[in-house]
């Protein structure tokens, strides 16, 4: 599937591909909210973890950087902008404000121009996968299994939900720099030490603001790694 993905040439069918995705994802959150009991906050992490995963379609199609920047310019203008106006019901409707999605979109652009001009899109893919499976997935399980609850700095956390951002960061740092061909030494240091960066920084966030230290921090980790260990 990555070679099929890889194979398509021109822009236009890469932004349609793309654009397809993001509609699947809007109408599997539909779906999920019509037709099941879920509340507005699984609907969210719905469209959480579905967008994320864009970034697999940037990195295998080889999207250029300018368009992944302008379409997170755009969609981080949308987030701002339904801060303040109901543009998002679906995902802004969770009982809180939160600057999560604008923050989302922020990381992704910057990621982008980060690593996408120096050929190393992996650390930006990393980083946006913490984000959208950790993050997501930490959310999930600590609201329905997180019976072992911590406070920090005022905000109510759990061991499980913890535990699954240092496990799911572990695992997909494993899984996008063994695709690169690291070594298992530096695969191992590297994902024990995004996952500790990971979930220290998802256990800190307000407002949302998660959304963006995560992928910076997780992808900067390990960046840093590749460069220190070789």
């Not at 890889?6 to 397809?20: F, H, N, Q």
Request: aromatic share 10%; proline share 3%; charged share 10%.
């Amino acid at each position: 599937m990555i070679q099929w993905f890889a194979s398509v040439d021109t822009l236009g069918e890469k932004v349609a591909i793309a654009a397809l995705w993001l509609g699947l994802v809007g109408i599997a959150a539909t779906c999920v909210k019509q037709f099941t009991r879920a509340d507005s906050e699984m609907v969210r992490k719905v469209v959480h973890i579905g967008t994320g995963n864009i970034i697999l379609l940037a990195w295998w199609m080889a999207i250029p950087t300018w368009v992944i920047l302008v379409a997170a310019i755009l969609f981080g203008a949308i987030a701002l902008a339904s801060f303040f106006y109901p543009l998002l019901p679906s995902i802004d409707s969770v009982g809180r404000k939160s600057l999560g999605t604008f923050f989302y979109a922020l990381s992704i652009g910057l990621l982008a121009v980060w690593f996408w001009p120096q050929n190393l899109p992996e650390f930006a893919v990393l980083g946006i996968l913490i984000m959208t499976w950790g993050d997501g997935l930490a959310g999930l399980i600590g609201r329905q299994f997180g019976s072992h609850t911590y406070y920090l700095g005022g905000m109510k956390k759990s061991w499980e939900g913890s535990l699954t951002m240092a496990l799911i960061s572990a695992v997909m740092t494993i899984l996008v720099l063994a695709s690169m061909g690291t070594s298992l030494s530096p695969l191992v240091i590297s994902a024990l030490l995004v996952a500790i960066v990971a979930t220290g920084l998802e256990a800190f966030s307000k407002l949302g603001i998660d959304n963006v230290t995560v992928p910076l921090g997780s992808a900067a980790t390990a960046y840093a790694m590749s460069v220190i260990l070789g």
